[in-house]
């Protein structure tokens, strides 16, 4: 074969590639700690399908999606079903779930007590306020028997939910992100596994009582609905559902962080 036809040749099979041969950058906003580090995990795996993965870190639960309905990202990964479901209503989103990722049982911490049981009456105890997250911990601590709440109550109770407080606890709602940083000042706080690594705390070893990993807390990767039958979203999913991941994962957080594909 000549040069000139080697040439055309080569040209033509670059043409027939798919779109994501060409590499393509993907901005991924997650919060800081196991989720920002399992997507550095994920990363080395994606670039071998055409996608460049640029991690963004929030700080907090809001901004993440406002980022990415507004299109200053394509994608993140930090939530729950029950908090993107939450904020959709809220706020009007057009984002959505594409793929189940991992669950971190929140735990119940202490620097006081030892147990649930050594809490005395009046106790104060942490929560965080966002509506998803501070049902959740008030779920939580009506499966461990501290309190009761509204039947049929669902995945967002309140305070005022509450119908039995035996131990008369006070409940502080703070942004979920400071519960590391509360528990000199509380007798207890729920904190999510996340901010719980980011505070120096071990979800294993730490909790004085822990959430049953099994439920709806599930995370997800979401990306706006007009993106999700788009390549690079089944090659994100497929870079993040890999043997190497899951051994990763494990391998790093001991448990507690669990995989859920």
Same mark, same amino acid.
Request: hydrophobic share 40%.
């Given at each position: 074969? @000549?040069?000139?036809?080697?040439?055309?040749? +080569?040209?033509?099979s670059?043409?027939?590639?798919?779109?994501?041969?060409?590499?393509?950058?993907?901005?991924?906003g997650?919060?800081?700690?196991?989720h920002?580090q399992?997507?550095?995990?994920?990363?080395?795996?994606?670039?071998?399908?055409?996608?460049?993965?640029?991690?963004?870190?929030?700080?907090?639960?809001?901004?993440?999606n406002? +980022?990415l309905?507004?299109?200053?990202?394509?994608?993140?990964?930090?939530?729950?079903?029950?908090?993107?479901?939450?904020?959709?209503?809220d706020?009007?989103?057009?984002?959505? @779930?594409?793929?189940?990722?991992?669950?971190?049982?929140?735990?119940?911490?202490?620097?006081?007590?030892?147990?649930?049981?050594?809490?005395?009456?009046?106790?104060?105890?942490?929560?965080?306020?966002?509506?998803?997250n501070?049902?959740?911990?008030?779920?939580?601590?009506?499966?461990?028997?501290?309190?009761?709440?509204?039947?049929?109550?669902?995945?967002?109770?309140?305070?005022?939910d509450?119908?039995?407080?035996?131990?008369?606890i006070?409940?502080?709602?703070?942004?979920?992100?400071?519960?590391?940083?509360?528990?000199?000042?509380?007798?207890a706080?729920?904190?999510?596994t996340?901010?719980?690594?980011?505070?120096?705390?071990?979800?294993?070893?730490?909790?004085?009582?822990?959430?049953?990993?099994?439920?709806?807390?599930?995370?997800?990767i979401a990306?706006? @609905?007009?993106?999700?039958?788009?390549?690079?979203?089944?090659a994100?999913?497929?870079?993040?559902?890999?043997?190497?991941?899951?051994?990763?994962?494990?391998?790093?957080?001991?448990?507690?962080?669990?995989?859920?594909?």
């Amino acid at each position: 074969m @000549s040069l000139k036809k080697l040439g055309l040749a +080569a040209l033509l099979s670059i043409a027939a590639l798919p779109a994501l041969a060409q590499t393509q950058t993907i901005r991924i906003g997650a919060t800081p700690g196991p989720h920002a580090q399992i997507l550095e995990a994920v990363k080395p795996i994606a670039a071998k399908k055409g996608l460049d993965l640029k991690i963004v870190e929030f700080s907090d639960y809001v901004v993440p999606n406002t +980022a990415l309905a507004g299109g200053d990202i394509e994608a993140n990964s930090f939530q729950n079903q029950p908090y993107l479901d939450n904020q959709v209503a809220d706020r009007g989103f057009k984002i959505e @779930s594409v793929a189940l990722t991992v669950n971190f049982p929140i735990g119940i911490y202490s620097k006081k007590h030892k147990s649930l049981d050594a809490l005395p009456n009046g106790a104060t105890i942490s929560i965080p306020n966002d509506p998803t997250n501070g049902g959740r911990a008030l779920l939580l601590l009506q499966d461990k028997g501290l309190i009761k709440l509204k039947d049929n109550v669902g995945f967002k109770p309140t305070p005022i939910d509450i119908t039995d407080n035996p131990k008369k606890i006070k409940f502080v709602e703070i942004e979920a992100a400071q519960g590391p940083r509360v528990l000199e000042d509380v007798d207890a706080s729920v904190i999510n596994t996340n901010y719980a690594t980011a505070g120096g705390l071990d979800p294993v070893k730490d909790p004085i009582a822990r959430e049953n990993p099994k439920g709806p807390y599930v995370n997800l990767i979401a990306v706006r @609905s007009e993106d999700k039958n788009k390549p690079w979203v089944k090659a994100l999913v497929e870079s993040y559902h890999t043997p190497e991941v899951k051994q990763f994962i494990e391998e790093k957080f001991k448990g507690s962080v669990l995989t859920s594909w």
